[in-house]
């Protein structure tokens, strides 16, 4: 590891493993790993694996283990990330398994918290609720329906509303008493399902909240933080999975998450940083399992996985594995060397990679990435509401499309969740996003009109604020919580897509947004197509999809309407100092190759907001992404797989490429690279040589 240029190394500290009787604990193994890495020079982070439960918790907690909505007891057992057993551990809300995992916890810190090679605590790999319920959301596989539960949400419900009067008023029941509430077992009621998930949220947040506070009452001289998963929607999502970045990310010292190159999971975890130091602490450059033998990687692939990734602002990788799996399905994939020990084609490109960054380690770590003007909302009570309703894969392809395209425009962008709406915590930021804003509080309508009178600039997307959490009811007129009479407009003759009359130059692309009954009506072309193609005044093409409306009232201009419809879809109005471009359909869910059209009105948007481009980039062929990392460095990346030649200004001075060894000029010039060409350039007078011995590092790289 040392060789590679590694400075950092994680070991698993793990329940069922070194408490396999009660109250008896056994660390010796990973004492002697502490011993060899401090003998090499390599700081450590301690990593507490919960849930992977003793054999006697169940004998002492016989009513701890998970029940899913279908019944089913979650009995403990080995999984592939798990193959010690003891998986997906007891309920979060059972006290008594809580007091155990407490008494492990104190036991873990006080034997390491004085041990030289310790640098930091992972108190949570990837929080989960419930293993089994990872991915598509399935009611009957949902956790957990046990009394704890239940004797917990009751008390939550008690905290949120008060009065069961106004739980009654909100959920459309008529409870008598606390202990008359059902448990939700279906979502289309979704108030209460929206609640209940919330109420888990609630309980993974205050999970992590007891394991960082002991951390630092037990071992205050070393950082305490947690990793997840970024929540994208794909494969973890707060239905399923219960944990919310944000809510996690501001309990931290710092920040991390399991993530690979791409334009969603880093801003994610980096937006939920809101500004403390945030790591790549599980690369996954080198997935694959039994059945998919891991891919043949170089120089090449480690350099255009990472330096975005660093570009952006992450300021460190561990990589999951540093030698392959040998146990299990996983196996044998995941690892930067063989199996024996020998090296791979992709050590030697993260041999390169290190020996290229680490002289400017210091320097790195100081640099701070332009700060973002556009910011993109991202609401988890939007989500679960959209789970409820079906379309959660509406929103994540929404996410998707909205930073690959924001990203290869050259703009800086950032999430922001509700919570920075509603408390006004929008610095720095000219335009908002507001993908398929149908679950919107009064807080956040009255935040949103605030800082758009303001001079703000919102793209807002269909059925804003539709439905209202403050009632739990749909609104009667949308834009809803008195929007649309502050604003002038509103939506009218509201419908899906698939109703509407199909032109022969409609597009023909259509994602894979609906639900089962949808798709057999599809296929069985009852209806038509839930993407349609609306005109604008100039006879150019924006893709709509999944819901159309019409837009009535005043308005400034008309952006774009469905042919032979009385009223616009898309329009434009001035609101105070700012302005906002409302679409009654979903444009973000478009397929990338279809926006094009959205993208140029998306331009208008950012022309507006008074937004400029570092280095006023264009290309003049291809695809090029632009980024200032600090006062001394550039990040150049080709986007396709065709040569792109790109124009633009360069401060002052010479700039060098740290891979290409180019040597560029301030002012305007013209580069051209090749497909797959990443770069990372530096101002040459102010080179600093870091340290070579690089142990005596404070934090990893």
Same mark, same amino acid.
């Given at each position: 590891?040392?060789?590679?240029?590694?400075?950092?190394?994680?070991?698993?500290?793990?329940?069922?493993?070194?408490?396999?009787?009660?109250?008896?604990?056994?660390?010796?193994?990973?004492?002697?790993?502490?011993?060899?890495?401090?003998?090499?020079?390599?700081?450590?982070?301690?990593?507490?694996?919960?849930?992977?439960?003793?054999?006697?918790?169940?004998?002492?907690?016989?009513? +701890?283990?998970?029940?899913?909505?279908?019944?089913?007891?979650?009995?403990?057992?080995?999984?592939?990330?798990?193959?010690?057993?003891?998986?997906?551990?007891?309920?979060?809300?059972?006290?008594?398994?809580?007091?155990?995992?407490?008494?492990?916890?104190?036991?873990?810190?006080?034997?390491?918290?004085?041990?030289?090679?310790?640098?930091?605590?992972?108190?949570?790999?990837?929080?989960?609720?419930?293993?089994?319920?990872?991915?598509?959301?399935?009611?009957?596989?949902?956790?957990?329906?046990?009394?704890?539960?239940?004797?917990?949400?009751?008390?939550?419900?008690?905290?949120?509303?008060?009065?069961?009067?106004?739980?009654?008023?909100?959920?459309?029941?008529?409870?008598?008493?606390?202990?008359?509430? /059902?448990?939700?077992?279906?979502?289309?009621?979704?108030?209460?399902?929206?609640?209940?998930?919330?109420?888990?949220?609630?309980?993974?947040?205050?999970?992590?909240?007891?394991?960082?506070?002991?951390?630092?009452?037990?071992?205050?001289?070393?950082?305490?933080?947690?990793?997840?998963?970024?929540?994208?929607?794909?494969?973890?999502?707060?239905?399923?999975?219960?944990?919310?970045?944000?809510?996690?990310?501001?309990?931290?010292?710092?920040?991390?998450?399991?993530?690979?190159?791409?334009?969603?999971?880093?801003? @994610?975890?980096?937006?939920?940083?809101?500004?403390?130091?945030?790591?790549?602490?599980?690369?996954?450059?080198?997935?694959?399992?039994?059945?998919?033998?891991?891919?043949?990687?170089?120089?090449?692939?480690?350099?255009?996985?990472?330096?975005?990734?660093?570009?952006?602002?992450?300021?460190?990788?561990?990589?999951?594995?540093?030698?392959?799996?040998?146990?299990?399905?996983?196996?044998?994939?995941?690892?930067?060397?063989?199996?024996?020990?020998?090296?791979?084609?992709?050590?030697?490109?993260?041999?390169?990679?290190?020996?290229?960054?680490?002289?400017?380690?210091?320097?790195?770590?100081?640099?701070?990435?332009?700060?973002?003007?556009?910011?993109?909302?991202?609401?988890?009570?939007?989500?679960?509401?959209?789970?409820?309703?079906?379309?959660?894969?509406?929103?994540?392809?929404?996410?998707?499309?909205?930073?690959?395209?924001?990203? +290869?425009?050259?703009?800086?962008?950032?999430?922001?969740?509700?919570?920075?709406?509603?408390?006004?915590?929008?610095?720095?930021?000219?335009?908002?996003?507001?993908?398929?804003?149908?679950?919107?509080?009064?807080?956040?309508?009255?935040?949103?009109?605030?800082?758009?009178?303001?001079?703000? @600039?919102?793209?807002?997307?269909?059925?804003?604020?539709?439905?209202?959490?403050?009632?739990?009811?749909?609104?009667?007129?949308?834009?809803?919580?008195?929007?649309?009479?502050?604003?002038?407009?509103?939506?009218?003759?509201?419908?899906?897509?698939?109703?509407?009359?199909?032109?022969?130059?409609?597009?023909?692309?259509?994602?894979?947004?609906?639900?089962?009954?949808?798709?057999?009506?599809?296929?069985?072309?009852?209806?038509?197509?839930?993407?349609?193609?609306?005109?604008?005044?100039?006879?150019?093409?924006? +893709?709509?999809?999944?819901?159309?409306?019409?837009?009535?009232?005043?308005?400034?201009?008309?952006? +774009?309407?469905?042919?032979?419809?009385?009223?616009?879809?898309?329009?434009?109005?001035?609101?105070?100092?700012?302005?906002?471009?409302?679409?009654?359909?979903?444009?973000?869910?478009?397929?990338?190759?279809?926006?094009?059209?959205?993208?140029?009105?998306?331009?208008?948007?950012?022309?507006?907001?008074?937004?400029?481009?570092?280095?006023?980039?264009?290309?003049?062929?291809?695809?090029?992404?632009?980024?200032?990392?600090?006062?001394?460095?550039?990040?150049?990346?080709?986007?396709?797989?065709?040569?792109?030649?790109? /124009?633009?200004?360069?401060?002052?001075?010479?700039?060098?490429?740290?891979?290409?060894?180019?040597?560029?000029?301030?002012?305007?010039?013209?580069?051209?690279?090749?497909?797959?060409?990443?770069?990372?350039?530096?101002?040459?007078?102010?080179?600093?040589?870091? /340290?070579?011995?690089?142990?005596?590092?404070?934090?990893?790289?």
């Amino acid at each position: 590891m040392r060789d590679l240029g590694f400075n950092h190394v994680k070991f698993w500290v793990q329940w069922r493993w070194s408490e396999r009787r009660p109250g008896e604990f056994c660390f010796d193994d990973l004492d002697a790993l502490m011993d060899l890495a401090a003998r090499n020079h390599l700081a450590v982070t301690l990593n507490t694996i919960f849930d992977v439960a003793p054999f006697w918790l169940y004998t002492q907690c016989p009513d +701890a283990k998970m029940i899913m909505a279908d019944g089913t007891i979650v009995e403990p057992y080995g999984v592939g990330h798990r193959q010690l057993g003891g998986h997906p551990g007891p309920c979060y809300n059972h006290p008594d398994a809580l007091a155990f995992r407490q008494r492990f916890m104190e036991a873990a810190l006080k034997h390491f918290a004085r041990h030289p090679a310790l640098s930091m605590w992972d108190v949570w790999n990837e929080p989960e609720l419930c293993f089994p319920q990872r991915g598509p959301v399935r009611m009957d596989k949902l956790a957990c329906y046990c009394p704890s539960c239940r004797e917990k949400f009751n008390n939550w419900l008690k905290h949120k509303y008060g009065a069961i009067e106004r739980l009654n008023d909100v959920w459309g029941r008529c409870y008598l008493d606390w202990e008359n509430i /059902e448990l939700p077992y279906a979502a289309s009621t979704l108030n209460d399902f929206i609640d209940w998930r919330e109420f888990f949220i609630d309980t993974m947040t205050s999970e992590a909240r007891w394991r960082l506070a002991m951390t630092r009452e037990f071992s205050p001289q070393h950082a305490a933080y947690l990793h997840v998963v970024p929540n994208d929607l794909a494969v973890w999502n707060p239905v399923t999975c219960g944990s919310d970045d944000f809510a996690l990310a501001q309990e931290c010292d710092v920040f991390a998450s399991t993530m690979t190159g791409g334009t969603l999971m880093a801003p @994610v975890t980096l937006s939920a940083a809101n500004g403390k130091v945030c790591y790549n602490v599980e690369s996954h450059i080198n997935f694959g399992d039994t059945s998919l033998h891991p891919r043949h990687l170089d120089a090449e692939d480690v350099r255009n996985d990472l330096l975005p990734q660093l570009a952006m602002g992450v300021k460190g990788f561990l990589f999951w594995q540093f030698r392959p799996e040998s146990l299990g399905r996983e196996a044998p994939a995941w690892g930067v060397i063989n199996a024996d020990g020998s090296e791979r084609r992709v050590t030697a490109g993260i041999r390169e990679f290190t020996a290229r960054i680490m002289p400017h380690r210091d320097e790195l770590l100081r640099a701070q990435p332009a700060a973002a003007d556009i910011g993109i909302w991202k609401s988890r009570r939007n989500e679960l509401f959209h789970a409820a309703i079906d379309r959660m894969e509406l929103l994540h392809k929404s996410y998707a499309n909205y930073a690959n395209r924001l990203y +290869a425009a050259n703009f800086t962008f950032r999430f922001i969740d509700s919570d920075m709406l509603k408390t006004r915590r929008l610095d720095g930021l000219r335009l908002l996003i507001l993908p398929s804003p149908y679950y919107l509080d009064a807080a956040e309508a009255d935040a949103l009109n605030e800082w758009i009178n303001a001079g703000g @600039v919102a793209i807002c997307e269909a059925h804003l604020a539709g439905y209202s959490p403050d009632t739990g009811r749909h609104a009667a007129v949308i834009p809803g919580s008195g929007l649309a009479e502050r604003w002038g407009f509103r939506e009218v003759e509201s419908c899906a897509a698939i109703h509407l009359a199909q032109h022969d130059d409609a597009p023909d692309a259509a994602p894979d947004i609906a639900n089962d009954d949808v798709r057999k009506a599809l296929q069985n072309k009852r209806v038509s197509r839930p993407l349609f193609s609306m005109v604008t005044p100039a006879g150019n093409r924006i +893709a709509g999809f999944d819901r159309y409306a019409g837009i009535a009232g005043t308005f400034d201009a008309e952006i +774009a309407r469905f042919p032979g419809y009385d009223e616009p879809c898309a329009v434009r109005k001035k609101i105070g100092k700012g302005s906002v471009f409302y679409f009654a359909t979903n444009p973000g869910a478009v397929d990338d190759a279809l926006w094009d059209g959205f993208m140029s009105v998306t331009e208008d948007a950012a022309t507006e907001a008074g937004i400029t481009k570092f280095g006023n980039p264009k290309c003049l062929s291809g695809r090029a992404r632009v980024e200032r990392l600090g006062d001394h460095f550039i990040f150049i990346r080709q986007l396709g797989d065709t040569p792109a030649e790109l /124009e633009l200004t360069l401060p002052p001075g010479e700039w060098r490429g740290l891979y290409t060894g180019r040597l560029l000029n301030g002012g305007r010039t013209t580069l051209r690279l090749t497909p797959a060409e990443t770069d990372l350039y530096h101002q040459q007078q102010n080179l600093r040589v870091a /340290e070579t011995d690089l142990c005596h590092a404070q934090q990893p790289t």
